[in-house]
């Protein structure tokens, strides 16, 4: 029995060992550094911790990802805030029984206060963060919050750089185009609304109508594709029904007036099955018809059946 336990403990030690060399425990300055370079790599650093389930939820996406843009210089860094009780077994076993295959180091450092505001003075301490940054191009992104496969993917998109990000022709010619948010940071309830002289409103993006609703003197389409959700609201009239397959550029209903009356509005909002992604003005093209300048007609007709 002696020789058993003498044997267990040995191995314990010889383990724990082997797995604290494996990850390296880095202050934060250290942290800093790894993404200090003036290069065009895109560094993405993690916070993350073993209890953390949010954390555990996107890391998967996080190394998956990672490794697709790879060739586009993406490196990515998950640094853990476990207990230091758990550098030396727990830490390290987890990661490989999670198949973490990426790079990894342990934060070394107990003043959140101090630490915490060095990364981005945004930051409450909270987990999962993550910051996002491209020195060449002076792109940085932080995220105090649980990011979904979509939108990391599209965060990584906008570091590569522009060419990478996908643009899309405005829905309404020659419009001016308006970046708004509902205020709530939480919900990320932003979208982008369009004014016109021109009343016509088109797909950006084909697909299947889902949805045609009226609410009180407008109606909202909604078109799905591939698993995200187009809405255009504040329209006046819609040539489309639930059901119907429409193509990109595809004239699908006029828009009605802004609040002041002054010029055709819609807004558009981009979702998935979980929440609002953050559009930008940044993030479309001008739309012309060189054809005919103006498709308007009167909102006051009656709608076709």
Request: aromatic share 10%; charged share 25%; proline share 4%.
């Amino acid at each position: 029995m002696i020789k058993k336990l003498l044997f267990g403990f040995t191995l314990t030690m010889i383990m724990a060992g082997v797995y604290s060399q494996s990850i390296p425990k880095w202050t934060i300055d250290d942290v800093l550094r790894s993404y200090s370079a003036k290069n065009d790599t895109v560094y993405v650093v993690s916070f993350w911790a073993t209890f953390c389930k949010p954390c555990n939820e996107e890391i998967p996406d996080f190394i998956q990802l990672a490794l697709k843009y790879k060739t586009q210089k993406v490196k990515l860094l998950l640094v853990s805030l476990d207990l230091p009780s758990y550098v030396p077994v727990k830490l390290p076993a987890f990661i490989k029984k999670n198949k973490y295959n990426t790079n990894h180091v342990w934060l070394n450092e107990t003043d959140a206060d101090r630490f915490c505001p060095m990364i981005d003075k945004k930051w409450s301490g909270a987990i999962p963060s993550t910051i996002i940054v491209n020195n060449n191009t002076g792109y940085r992104k932080f995220v105090e919050d649980q990011i979904s496969a979509m939108d990391f993917e599209r965060f990584l998109k906008e570091a590569i750089g522009a060419q990478a990000v996908i643009k899309y022709v405005a829905p309404m010619n020659n419009a001016e185009v308006i970046k708004a948010s509902s205020g709530n940071r939480e919900q990320l309830n932003e979208y982008v609304t369009f004014k016109s002289n021109d009343s016509a409103v088109f797909a950006i993006t084909g697909g299947k109508v889902i949805m045609v609703a009226k609410i009180d003197d407008m109606k909202v389409v909604i078109i799905e594709k591939d698993k995200l959700f187009y809405t255009y609201s504040n329209l006046g009239i819609t040539l489309i029904k639930k059901g119907d397959q429409v193509k990109a550029d595809q004239l699908i209903g006029y828009a009605t007036f802004d609040l002041d009356g002054y010029k055709p509005s819609i807004e558009l909002y981009m979702s998935n099955a979980e929440k609002n992604i953050q559009l930008n003005p940044g993030d479309f093209i001008k739309r012309q018809d060189k054809k005919l300048t103006d498709h308007s007609i009167e909102l006051n007709l009656q709608e076709p059946d």
